[in-house]
């Protein structure tokens, strides 16, 4: 089988242009209704598959998708926050799961997955739950909001917080916890940069510890300044969660040269877009647009990431607007779009 081919369930309605076009009867309709009512399609036998793209072309719903075969282990792997879809949370990753998407990096700190309600069978029901939908956890989110690891008077309760989350981590087998530490500032001497310097070694050494690493959210401050940081702590357990859209939006940072200032720290990023908007009264301020509408430079973020020999999650993250899902969707086509453009090549 050189080639392989895949059927979007939920988005297909059945047309059965596919069935038409295709010169190796690879499709059937199925008996079965999908979400949206429609009896969708069925792969009868992809290993006859010749690569010709009839269907893909036809499909009105962009519902098919074909890989060569050695394209699918180079695939762009897409992930969501489920909390974006603002449903409850194994709602969100059901979701995630009908549109087709690779994982999910949910957040840990708070509700059913906050540690201290989640109990060992609760943590092996959970991770069971995720695999069954054939999803990853790319990593999970265990950002408890403030000044981060810059606030002495916190700074004790929130390392406990995180080792707490830490722990919910390796139960569930996931690599990576992500967080915000604070803003990194520039003066070595400033209290915030003390307090980061004090605590963050600490909680680096017990992720690393048990097989883990923090991953920092990058775009309160400059990328330079943040290397700064992690090169002076020169902690293996404290790693980069790469934000395109916070450097452009907060910092007003170049992401793509960006990527290559953080290289050795990125093990995971989001799929965010925005814009940085004038500063009023001292105070900056930004606004999030969906993917491709603001000012990260995908193609060339994408190529510096591949340059860089980046191959973890490209999570998206929509914190805001009307419609979550339709944004997802779009965030995903768009990035699914420049996965043939750019990544597979
Ligand atoms: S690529 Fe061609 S042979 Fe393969 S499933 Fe589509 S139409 Fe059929
Ligand atoms: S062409 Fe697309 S929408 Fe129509 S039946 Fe085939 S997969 Fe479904």
């Known amino acids: 089988m050189k080639y392989i081919v895949k059927v979007n369930k939920e988005r297909c ?16 309709i199925s008996n079965k209704f999908n979400k949206i009512g429609y009896h969708y399609i069925e792969i009868i036998d992809g290993k ?40 409850p949370i194994k709602d969100g990753i059901k979701k995630a799961a009908e549109l087709g998407l690779d994982g999910i990096q949910p957040y840990a700190t708070t509700g059913e997955l906050d540690p ?4 060992k069978t609760g943590r092996d029901d959970f991770k069971h739950f995720v695999k069954s939908l054939n999803l990853e956890i790319s990593a999970i989110v265990g950002d408890f909001g403030g000044h981060g690891f810059a606030d002495p008077k916190t700074v004790e309760w929130r390392i406990e917080r995180t080792k707490e989350v830490i722990d919910l981590a390796f139960d569930l087998g996931v690599k990576i916890v992500t967080t915000h530490i604070g803003v990194v500032p520039e003066d070595e001497n ?21 097989g883990i690493v923090l991953a920092t959210e990058t775009g309160p401050e400059p990328a330079i ?5 992690l090169d002076k702590l020169n902690n293996p357990g404290l790693k980069v969660n ?65 340059e860089i020999g980046y ?3 490209f999570t998206i993250e929509r914190e805001v607007g009307e419609k979550p899902e339709l944004d997802i969707i779009h965030a995903r086509d768009f990035l699914r779009g420049l996965e043939k453009e750019i990544w597979i090549k």
């Open 311 to 313: 191959n973890g999650f």
């Open 116 to 119: 201290k309600n989640l109990s």
């Open 242 to 306: 790469y934000d395109p859209a916070n450097l452009v939006m907060v910092s007003g940072d170049d992401p793509v040269k960006g990527v290559y200032t953080l290289a050795n720290y990125i093990v995971h990023t989001h799929a965010k877009d925005g814009i940085k908007l004038p500063d009023e009264n001292g105070k900056k301020r930004w606004k999030e647009l969906p993917l491709g509408q603001g000012n990260v430079n995908w193609p060339e973020y994408l190529k510096a990431m591949k």
């Open 225 to 229: 300044i943040l290397k700064k940081l």
């Open 190 to 210: 400033d209290i915030a940069w003390k307090t980061m310097e004090q605590s963050l070694p600490e909680v680096g050494t017990y992720a690393y510890n048990k």
């Open 13 to 28: 309605k059945g047309c059965k242009l596919c069935i038409e076009v295709c010169p190796q009867g690879i499709f059937k």
């Open 48 to 87: 006859n598959c010749i690569g010709c793209k009839r269907c893909v072309i036809i499909c009105p719903d962009v519902s098919i998708e074909l890989y060569k075969k050695e394209e699918e282990k180079m695939k762009l792997k897409i992930g969501v926050i489920p909390d974006c879809f603002r449903l």
